[in-house]
């Protein structure tokens, strides 16, 4: 049904992006660092849900919807950058603190970390694309049986986003307390972080090219 060459290339795409700084990665960091890795479990859980949302959205004919009203696939994304940007001058501000520095912050419900997971996820212009734009074009015509190949190729990047992700989140309070004895460690990761996201704002915000059709 789904070529190698396919479940190659998603995973690689897939890999590409949860290693690559975003909102997904800073919101199970922070969570897990300020909250415990519990609580950034569950929170992954909102991820997950949110990549399920994007899944049968784009296989069931979002990607139409964008491709026939190109400004709404604007103005997601567009919101997409403004919310990187929002993160970016969080990490480069004077008295910007790193996501992996301890704070001391209310403790949110389970309810609440799934729905922040979940609208961080949502919001996040990289998965949009990806669902749009990316796994479409690992999609085989000749094989038939579109919806399934997407739902397929979907569930691939699902799955190692999520391992990625909950290695992350397992990790983090280590990697907190190497960094808390490195100060000057610290603050590189911030303005790196801080860079990254930054440019990644940019980038979607002066980028024109619009939705590719999924089949």
């Given at each position: 049904?789904?070529?190698l060459?396919?479940i190659?290339?998603?995973?690689?795409?897939?890999?590409?992006?949860v290693?690559?700084?975003?909102p997904?990665?800073?919101?199970?960091v922070s969570?897990?660092?300020?909250?415990?890795?519990?609580a950034?479990?569950?929170s992954?859980?909102g991820?997950a849900?949110g990549?399920m949302?994007?899944?049968?959205?784009?296989n069931?004919?979002?990607?139409?919807v964008f491709?026939?009203?190109?400004?709404?696939?604007f103005?997601?994304?567009?919101?997409g950058?403004?919310?990187l940007?929002?993160?970016a001058?969080?990490?480069?501000k004077p008295?910007?603190?790193?996501?992996?520095?301890?704070?001391?912050?209310?403790?949110?419900?389970?309810?609440?970390?799934?729905?922040?997971?979940?609208m961080?996820?949502?919001?996040n212009?990289?998965?949009?694309?990806?669902?749009?734009?990316?796994?479409?074009?690992f999609?085989?015509?000749?094989k038939?049986?579109?919806?399934?190949?997407g739902?397929i190729?979907g569930?691939?990047?699902?799955?190692?986003?999520v391992a990625?992700n909950?290695?992350i989140?397992?990790?983090a309070?280590?990697?907190a307390?190497f960094l808390s004895?490195?100060?000057?460690?610290?603050?590189?990761q911030?303005?790196a972080?801080?860079?990254?996201?930054g440019?990644?704002?940019?980038?979607?915000?002066?980028?024109?090219?619009?939705?590719a059709?999924?089949?």
């Open positions: 049904m789904v070529e060459s396919g190659l290339g998603v995973t690689v795409v897939a890999l590409g992006m290693l690559t700084p975003g997904n990665m800073i919101y199970l969570r897990s660092i300020t909250q415990g890795r519990r950034g479990i569950v992954l859980g991820v849900l990549f949302v994007y899944l049968l959205a784009a069931l004919g979002l990607s139409v491709v026939a009203v190109p400004e709404l696939y103005a997601v994304k567009l919101a950058a403004a919310y940007a929002h993160l001058w969080n990490a480069l008295g910007g603190i790193s996501v992996f520095a301890p704070q001391d912050v209310p403790h949110d419900s389970p309810r609440k970390l799934v729905t922040m997971g979940l961080t996820n949502l919001l212009p990289k998965i949009a694309i990806m669902y749009l734009s990316l796994i479409p074009q999609i085989d015509l000749d038939g049986h579109v919806l399934l190949q739902l190729l569930s691939i990047q699902i799955m190692v986003s990625v909950l290695a989140v397992l990790a309070g280590a990697i307390v004895r490195r100060p000057s460690w610290l603050k590189v911030r303005y972080m801080g860079t990254a996201l440019a990644l704002s940019v980038s979607m915000a002066i980028d024109t090219s619009g939705p059709k999924a089949n």
